[in-house]
C-alpha cells in the first residue's frame, strides 16, 4: 500500500537516533535499518539524524538515504545537538520525528516544546539497563518526559508500570524480515568458515560479550562442562572477549557483521543475558529454526514460550542454563521440535509487517 497519493506532499519521517559506539551495527541499529527500509518501500521518506559519525550513518547512506550527523560531543545530554535540530527541522519540517534512545527521547521532546515544526513525535524505548547512577538519572529523564511524545513505543513490555499515567505507551515488538530456515549446506559452509568440527554440538552466543549480557556466566558454564562434544562459541567483542584463561571448548569469533553466515553453524542459539528487550539476535535464531535457550528476562517471554517454542531459565542461573544445554544436547526430538516452533512462532509475531503497521498507526498514517 502506499502511504501517499500522487501530488500530495512527501511524507518525511525523521528518526532521530541516540547510536550505540560508532564502528558497528548492534540490534537496535540493525532494527531501525529494517524498519527505515520497509518505510521507503511504502513511499515515505524516511531520514535519518544520528548525535555523531557512524556505521548506521555509513550503511545508509551508501544505500541512497538521506543522512545527518549533528556533530555533538560524547556528552550524555547534548546541547549543541538541540540547535543543530531546531536549525535542520525549520529548514524541513517533519512529518514525524521518531526518537529512538534517551538521549534522542529527551532532545526530540525539547524540539517540540520550543516549537520545532514537527507534525508528530513518536519515541521508542529499545531498552532501560541502569548499569550506572548516570544512566539511572537519564533514564528516570526519560521516562518523566515521556508525556511531551504523541506516542511511546517500548521493545520491552515490562518497562511499561516505570512510565507516567499520562504518558501514551504501548509495546511494540521489534521485528526483522523473514527468510528460509536454514539449510544443511548453510551449516556446513559455517561450520568450514568458523573452523568447527561438523560432528561438534555448538553452543553459540551473538552479540557484545560482556558481563551484562550473561558472557561471564556462559563462560563458566563451558568451563565446568564434561562433555567432549560441546562447543561454545561467542560471536561478538567485549571485555570478556579478553580474557586469558579461556577453557579448550570455548572460541572468541570477535565481531561478526553477518549473523546469516555465522547462526547456521549452531546447534543451539544462548541468550545469556541479564537485562533484555527482545533480543533480534533471539530472533535471528528462531527465524532460522534453531532451538533456543534464553533467560527470563524482559520481553523474551513474548517469544519463547518455556518448554513449547524454547527453553526460559532464570538469569544469573548457570546451573539451569548448563541443564538446559544438556537437555537440547541428549535429544535430537527435543532439539528438532523446538526448533520448528521457534520458527513457527517468529513467522506469525516478528516479521517486519506488524511492525511496521503499528508504527503507522502510532505515527497516525495508518
Given at each position: 500500500?502506499?502511504?501517499?497519493?500522487?501530488?500530495?506532499?512527501?511524507?518525511?519521517?525523521?528518526?532521530?537516533v541516540?547510536?550505540?559506539?560508532?564502528?558497528?551495527?548492534?540490534?537496535?541499529?540493525?532494527?531501525?535499518?529494517?524498519?527505515?527500509?520497509?518505510?521507503?518501500?511504502?513511499?515515505?521518506?524516511?531520514?535519518?539524524?544520528?548525535?555523531?559519525?557512524?556505521?548506521?550513518?555509513?550503511?545508509?547512506?551508501?544505500?541512497?538515504?538521506?543522512?545527518?550527523?549533528?556533530?555533538?560531543?560524547?556528552?550524555?545530554?547534548?546541547?549543541?545537538?538541540?540547535?543543530?535540530?531546531?536549525?535542520?527541522?525549520?529548514?524541513?519540517?517533519?512529518?514525524?520525528?521518531?526518537?529512538?534512545?534517551?538521549?534522542?527521547?529527551?532532545?526530540?521532546?525539547?524540539?517540540?516544546?520550543?516549537?520545532?515544526?514537527?507534525?508528530?513525535?513518536?519515541?521508542?524505548?529499545?531498552?532501560?539497563?541502569?548499569?550506572?547512577?548516570?544512566?539511572?538519572?537519564?533514564?528516570?529523564?526519560?521516562?518523566?518526559?515521556?508525556?511531551?511524545?504523541?506516542?511511546?513505543?517500548?521493545?520491552?513490555?515490562?518497562?511499561?508500570?516505570?512510565?507516567?499515567?499520562?504518558?501514551?505507551?504501548?509495546?511494540?515488538?521489534?521485528?526483522?524480515?523473514?527468510?528460509?530456515?536454514?539449510?544443511?549446506?548453510e551449516?556446513?559452509?559455517?561450520?568450514?568458515?568458523?573452523?568447527?568440527?561438523?560432528?561438534?554440538?555448538?553452543?553459540?552466543?551473538?552479540?557484545?560479550?560482556?558481563?551484562?549480557?550473561?558472557?561471564?556466566?556462559?563462560?563458566?558454564?563451558?568451563r565446568?562442562?564434561?562433555?567432549?562434544?560441546?562447543?561454545?562459541?561467542?560471536?561478538?567483542?567485549?571485555e570478556?572477549?579478553?580474557?586469558?584463561?579461556?577453557?579448550?571448548?570455548?572460541?572468541f569469533?570477535?565481531?561478526?557483521?553477518?549473523s546469516?553466515?555465522?547462526?547456521?553453524?549452531?546447534d543451539?542459539?544462548?541468550?545469556?543475558?541479564?537485562?533484555?528487550?527482545?533480543?533480534?539476535?533471539?530472533?535471528?535464531?528462531?527465524r532460522?529454526?534453531?532451538?533456543?535457550?534464553?533467560?527470563?528476562?524482559?520481553?523474551t517471554?513474548?517469544?519463547?514460550?518455556?518448554?513449547?517454542?524454547?527453553?526460559?531459565?532464570?538469569?544469573?542461573?548457570?546451573?539451569?542454563?548448563?541443564?538446559?544445554?544438556?537437555?537440547?544436547?541428549?535429544?535430537?526430538?527435543?532439539?528438532?521440535?523446538?526448533?520448528?516452533?521457534?520458527?513457527?512462532?517468529?513467522?506469525?509475531?516478528?516479521?517486519?509487517?506488524?511492525?511496521?503497521?503499528?508504527?503507522?498507526?502510532?505515527?497516525?498514517?495508518?
Amino acid at each position: 500500500m502506499e502511504a501517499r497519493s500522487p501530488g500530495q506532499a512527501p511524507i518525511r519521517v525523521v528518526h532521530l537516533v541516540d547510536v550505540m559506539g560508532t564502528a558497528k551495527l548492534w540490534g537496535k541499529e540493525r532494527a531501525i535499518a529494517t524498519l527505515m527500509e520497509r518505510q521507503r518501500q511504502a513511499g515515505l521518506v524516511p531520514q535519518l539524524v544520528t548525535f555523531t559519525a557512524n556505521a548506521l550513518v555509513d550503511t545508509l547512506a551508501a544505500a541512497g538515504y538521506r543522512t545527518a550527523v549533528l556533530g555533538s560531543r560524547k556528552r550524555r545530554v547534548p546541547v549543541g545537538a538541540f540547535a543543530s535540530l531546531m536549525r535542520l527541522l525549520r529548514a524541513e519540517p517533519a512529518t514525524v520525528l521518531h526518537t529512538h534512545g534517551y538521549k534522542a527521547n529527551i532532545v526530540g521532546r525539547a524540539a517540540r516544546a520550543a516549537g520545532a515544526p514537527i507534525g508528530r513525535l513518536v519515541a521508542t524505548v529499545h531498552g532501560m539497563n541502569d548499569e550506572t547512577l548516570a544512566l539511572t538519572f537519564y533514564h528516570r529523564l526519560d521516562r518523566w518526559s515521556a508525556p511531551l511524545s504523541h506516542a511511546v513505543a517500548l521493545a520491552d513490555a515490562s518497562l511499561a508500570p516505570s512510565f507516567p499515567r499520562s504518558a501514551r505507551v504501548g509495546f511494540v515488538a521489534n521485528a526483522i524480515p523473514n527468510r528460509a530456515a536454514f539449510t544443511a549446506a548453510e551449516r556446513d559452509a559455517a561450520r568450514r568458515r568458523f573452523n568447527l568440527a561438523g560432528d561438534a554440538f555448538v553452543v553459540g552466543l551473538l552479540g557484545r560479550v560482556t558481563a551484562a549480557k550473561g558472557a561471564l556466566d556462559a563462560l563458566a558454564v563451558a568451563r565446568a562442562c564434561r562433555d567432549p562434544r560441546i562447543v561454545f562459541v561467542f560471536a561478538g567483542d567485549g571485555e570478556v572477549a579478553l580474557r586469558a584463561d579461556v577453557p579448550e571448548n570455548v572460541r572468541f569469533l570477535g565481531y561478526v557483521e553477518n549473523s546469516d553466515g555465522y547462526l547456521p553453524a549452531l546447534d543451539v542459539y544462548l541468550q545469556a543475558s541479564h537485562f533484555e528487550g527482545l533480543s533480534l539476535a533471539l530472533l535471528e535464531a528462531m527465524r532460522g529454526g534453531l532451538a533456543c535457550i534464553a533467560t527470563d528476562v524482559g520481553s523474551t517471554d513474548r517469544a519463547i514460550d518455556d518448554g513449547r517454542t524454547g527453553l526460559l531459565v532464570p538469569a544469573h542461573d548457570r546451573v539451569k542454563i548448563a541443564e538446559a544445554i544438556e537437555r537440547l544436547a541428549a535429544s535430537d526430538d527435543d532439539r528438532t521440535r523446538l526448533a520448528a516452533a521457534a520458527r513457527n512462532r517468529f513467522i506469525t509475531d516478528f516479521t517486519i509487517e506488524p511492525h511496521y503497521r503499528a508504527y503507522q498507526e502510532l505515527y497516525g498514517l495508518s
